[in-house]
């Protein structure tokens, strides 16, 4: 009987400490759940509040791309109006050189610069009539813009000059509104970041942080592209070299005018006729007295032989 009680004590000892074991296991696994459960509970908290954030400050969009946020601040505030203003201008000149060296000076006199320039031809005083031209994409203060284009007139005749503005405010306010609260979310997950404690938590916030970096630097490089484009507009001018300079008379218009304008067309025709003519003459006078020599000869031989003939028959 001892033996039986002994081995009764022994099996109840062994089973009162296996199961101590089990709830000491049970209880430490409850707390690790608990921990993770509430870091968890803390991000996505955290996470929910910025994107919470960034959508209530960000602007909503209309079919036409406008946001109401942005478009009621351009209607209180004309005066910070944001316009990118470009143009095109297409001159003709007589002396080219004068007029390239006339540009550069124009430019340079408004603290512009020149971001891109081309030139072609041979120039008309190169054997044949090849005229020369230049293009160039002309970077001018935006304040300077409208005194830098009447400028242009001193470089020769503007044949044809083109400006355009856009306006880009609702773009420039939405851009900058998405920028601010991006970097308070940034600085929220900063924070949290520095008081995580578990790794895969951590890993999750830097995967955030990163994805919310590369948005913002793509927002500072559209706001950046804006403000040069703003600041500096944006000037394409094509310089050609002619002969003779467009007419840019205008379309006459009564039965009178008509009449003046055709008669005095008819003379200019004749005129450009006759010195054309006499530019012929001139350039190819080398060849007309080879040619005249030659049937001068021809003709001689030919009469010459005609007598020979005559004299036979008689």
Avoid: H
């Avoid at 203060?141 to 000059?161: C, H, K, M, R």
């Avoid at 970041?193 to 830097?206: G, H, K, M, N, R």
């Amino acid at each position: 009987m001892k033996r039986i009680k002994r081995k009764l004590f022994m099996i109840l000892m062994v089973l009162a400490l296996v199961i101590s074991v089990l709830v000491a296991c049970g209880s430490k696994k409850e707390s690790e759940t608990q921990s993770t459960g509430s870091s968890s509970v803390s991000y996505d908290s955290a996470m929910s509040e910025s994107a919470e954030e960034y959508y209530a400050e960000a602007p909503d969009y209309d079919e036409k791309g406008l946001s109401d946020n942005s478009s009621s601040q351009f209607a209180g505030n004309l005066e910070n109006q944001k316009v990118i203003k470009t143009g095109y201008y297409y001159i003709e000149t007589l002396a080219y050189e004068e007029s390239i060296q006339t540009i550069r000076d124009i430019v340079e006199q408004f603290n512009g610069y020149v971001s891109n320039s081309e030139e072609s031809g041979y120039g008309i005083n190169n054997r044949e009539w090849y005229t020369r031209n230049a293009y160039f994409i002309v970077r001018v203060p935006a304040l300077s813009y409208t005194a830098f284009t009447e400028a242009l007139e001193d470089a020769g005749q503007i044949v044809n000059g083109r400006d355009s503005e856009q306006d880009v405010t609702s773009q420039f306010i939405d851009v900058e509104a998405r920028l601010k609260t991006l970097k308070v979310q940034e600085e929220r997950l900063l924070a949290i970041l520095v008081e995580a404690d578990d790794l895969q938590y951590i890993i999750e916030l830097e995967k955030a942080l990163a994805d919310v970096r590369y948005q913002i630097e793509s927002y500072e490089s559209t706001m950046r592209n804006l403000e040069d484009r703003i600041a500096y507009s944006t000037v394409e001018i094509r310089l050609q070299e002619v002969i003779e300079e467009t007419d840019l008379t205008p379309a006459p218009r009564t039965f009178g005018e008509r009449i003046t304008q055709g008669f005095k067309q008819s003379i200019d025709n004749i005129s450009d006729f006759f010195v054309d003519l006499t530019v012929f003459l001139l350039t190819a006078s080398p060849y007309l007295v080879i040619i005249a020599i030659v049937v001068i000869f021809v003709l001689t031989a030919v009469v010459k032989r005609l007598r020979r003939d005559g004299e036979k028959k008689e």
